[in-house]
């Protein structure tokens, strides 16, 4: 078992000028052997090893996945890349869905796992080690807790919960435990984001005053506009609204699509922010911000039933520094001409990064750049195989993954806090103390859900 390393850095408003020219393949070795010299490893594998040994019985990792399409069905063929691990069951209200699932890992890797409807029937399944959930944003909070009550360890998608209360539950509930939960923010345990934040941690940026996260996304259009239905065949609907309003049956609110409705999800300040904002607070590292105002609307498909903002704005205001999130569909034109990114901007020069790399682009004055410009270098990102990689680890070991639920909770909660500002359009200010909204009754009421009955929120 390899040893993990998390390196604690402070974030220094004036840091010491740097005169000696960086180029990334000296920054990067430089930062390996410095690592090595310490005898530690990254606090990421660097590779994958080759599936190719058999692995005893008392040595099995078995998996259940709770919520078997889109990003679940990854998660899982991801864990199942290790020899040591078994998929032992599948959960899913939509039985055409398990079926098609269950023919999928029979068919590619010659295995037939349980198959449950109801998600707590299979928690008492004692042979089950781990949970991956991977349902829409509102069941996030219940299924994780009541693995946890379980004695499961827990894989959970982001963003880590569909309120800021529910954060604070299972970090609480995660405290009480003890067992390892890992927040499906694989930027965390890939090589070329940490590569970056390390980059911005060394100072040579200058002070740092703005922080830029975006993402346009250009591929969606606008959602139909479709009426309500009986519920289809096969289809548990009851159990997938779960804590959620009642709601009568349609298509939109149901798969993937249920993003786009604020009783489920969030929109894409919750989809892809939590990823970016992540790290655009990752490299300040601060978590915490002192307001937030956010605006924005459905200038693009202003006709179709979608809820969330089709364009959003928001702007977090920290101590010595502003961050600054920007959304649009339908469009695929982004900041320094990417789709999606994190910018530090610094005096010296600016650091973009995105899931294809990073790049440098020093500040020009009187026609000299006060830094040298690292050109960007693309690479091929296996940060899925990489994060669950860590979690299995983490089993064994018992040590902190890369993104445990502390890590997701603090940028769930920037994100929510996002929106709040956006649905009530006031300025939000933050007591990071209390995990509370100041003077704002109507945004307050916002930070924690209303449960469906019978379904009834923790306690912790």
């Known amino acids: 078992m390899g040893v993990y390393f998390f390196v604690s850095f402070v974030h220094t408003k004036h840091p010491v000028k740097q005169t000696m020219k960086t180029s990334r393949r000296k920054f990067v070795k430089d930062t390996t052997l410095a690592l090595a010299g310490m005898g530690v490893g990254l606090s990421f594998p660097l590779q994958i090893a080759a599936v190719t040994k058999k692995t005893a019985p008392s040595d099995k990792i078995v998996v259940g996945l709770i919520g078997c399409k889109g990003m679940g069905f990854s998660n899982i063929r991801s864990f199942l890349q290790h020899p040591e691990v078994e998929c032992g069951a599948l959960c899913d209200i939509d039985q055409q869905v398990l079926n098609e699932r269950m023919g999928n890992l029979n068919e590619s890797y010659n295995i037939k796992p349980l198959v449950y409807t109801d998600y707590r029937r299979m928690l008492e399944n004692k042979d089950i080690h781990a949970v991956i959930v991977a349902t829409p944003d509102h069941w996030h909070c219940?299924?994780?807790?009541?693995?946890l009550e379980a004695g499961k360890d827990v894989y959970v998608e982001k963003p880590l919960a569909n309120s800021v209360g529910e954060c604070t539950l299972m970090e609480n509930a995660a405290r009480k435990y003890n067992r390892i939960i890992q927040v499906g923010q694989w930027q965390r345990s890939d090589p070329h984001w940490q590569e970056a934040v390390t980059f911005v941690h060394s100072g040579k940026l200058g002070h740092i005053r703005l922080v830029k996260a975006w993402s346009y996304v250009g591929w969606k259009g606008a959602l139909p506009i479709l009426q309500d239905e009986p519920v289809p065949p096969g289809i548990d609907y009851d159990m997938w609204l779960g804590p959620a309003p009642e709601r009568p049956f349609n298509r939109n609110r149901f798969h993937f699509t249920f993003r786009w409705f604020w009783d489920y999800a969030g929109g894409l300040m919750t989809d892809w922010g939590v990823h970016l904002l992540d790290y655009a607070l990752f490299g300040m590292n601060v978590y915490t911000p002192k307001s937030v105002i956010s605006s924005g609307g459905k200038y693009a498909f202003p006709g179709d039933p979608m809820e969330t903002p089709d364009t959003q704005q928001a702007i977090y205001e920290f101590d010595g520094f502003g961050v600054i999130w920007e959304h649009t569909i339908g469009i695929y034109g982004g900041n320094y001409g990417r789709g999606h990114g994190v910018a530090y901007i610094g005096e010296n020069g600016t650091l973009v990064v995105?899931?294809?790399?990073?790049e440098v682009i020093p500040e020009?004055?009187?026609?000299?750049?006060?830094?040298?410009a690292i050109p960007l270098h693309k690479i091929e990102s296996k940060g899925l195989d990489l994060h669950v990689s860590n979690?299995?680890?983490?089993?064994?070991s018992r040590e902190k993954p890369n993104a445990p639920v502390e890590t997701g909770a603090h940028i769930a909660r920037i994100a929510h806090l996002g929106n709040i500002a956006y649905r009530t359009g006031k300025k939000i200010f933050w007591n990071a103390y209390e995990n509370n909204i100041i003077s704002n009754e109507e945004a307050g009421a916002l930070l924690v859900p209303e449960y469906r009955k019978p379904w009834v929120l923790p306690r912790y």
């Open 354 to 358: 995105d899931r294809n790399g990073w």
């Open 142 to 147: 219940l299924q994780t807790i009541h693995a």
């Open 364 to 372: 020009i004055k009187n026609k000299t750049p006060l830094m040298e």
């Open 391 to 396: 979690f299995i680890d983490c089993m064994k």
